[in-house]
């Protein structure tokens, strides 16, 4: 469930079609969609074969609705402080770190068209807001019982969540590193994967409808 299964063969089939058009990777808004569907796609399967031969339900990662409402509320509440910690972190790299400063994730920069944007929302809502916080979940979980406990399977999984980001800089992996431990911790403290779900989802959906509306190109 590191991502590390999932990641070769979703990108296997790509790299296939774009070597033989002598094309680079994650060039455009399809073709990363594409993967990232794939990839959770994948995960999905492998989290449910795990589950199933472990005997373990999909509830026991959090995925109940008991006081859904409370969580719901919780994830919405959260999302403006992921803002801050955005507009925090740039602050600091702008001002001590500009050669690794960046003004705009270059993966926003690929959306060209409203079929994109719609696209590229659908993908960050499976990807993001249900694949990698059920990924998380089932890794904090293991570390509970048997690698040292919650704690250190936060900090540890919030780092490799962050260089998972490397397409984003290093201003992105940072950011991401954060936003892995906040909804992590999060996770830890409601004991429930509905806040985290709704905070990750609402916080990427927004994120893609501020950079579609500010960068004018509505039309």
């Not at 803002?83 to 705009?104: C, D, Q, R, S, W």
Request: with cysteine; proline share 3%; net charge positive.
């Amino acid at each position: 469930m590191s991502g590390i299964i999932s990641s070769f063969l979703a990108a296997f089939p790509i790299i296939g079609f774009r070597a033989g058009r002598g094309e680079s990777l994650l060039t455009d808004a399809k073709t990363v969609s594409f993967y990232l569907l794939l990839e959770s796609a994948i995960s999905f399967l492998i989290l449910a074969f795990i589950l199933k031969a472990h005997g373990e339900p999909v509830g026991s990662l959090g995925l109940r609705w008991k006081n859904w409402k409370r969580n719901v509320t919780a994830g919405l509440v959260l999302v403006p402080l992921f803002f801050i910690i955005n507009g925090v972190v740039a602050i600091l790299f702008k001002t001590y770190l500009p050669k690794y400063y960046m003004e705009l994730n270059p993966l926003t920069n690929m959306i060209q068209t409203p079929q994109q944007l719609a696209l590229f929302i659908f993908s960050a809502l499976v990807a993001g807001g249900i694949k990698e916080e059920l990924q998380r979940a089932f890794i904090i979980n293991r570390f509970r019982a048997c690698l040292g406990g919650a704690g250190i399977g936060l900090i540890l999984w919030s780092l490799a969540f962050g260089a998972g980001h490397y397409l984003q800089g290093v201003q992105g992996i940072a950011i991401a590193s954060l936003y892995g431990f906040f909804f992590g911790l999060v996770y830890i403290l409601s004991g429930s994967l509905i806040a985290p779900i709704v905070a990750h989802s609402a916080y990427d959906t927004l994120v893609l409808l501020i950079y579609w509306f500010l960068s004018g190109r509505l039309k």
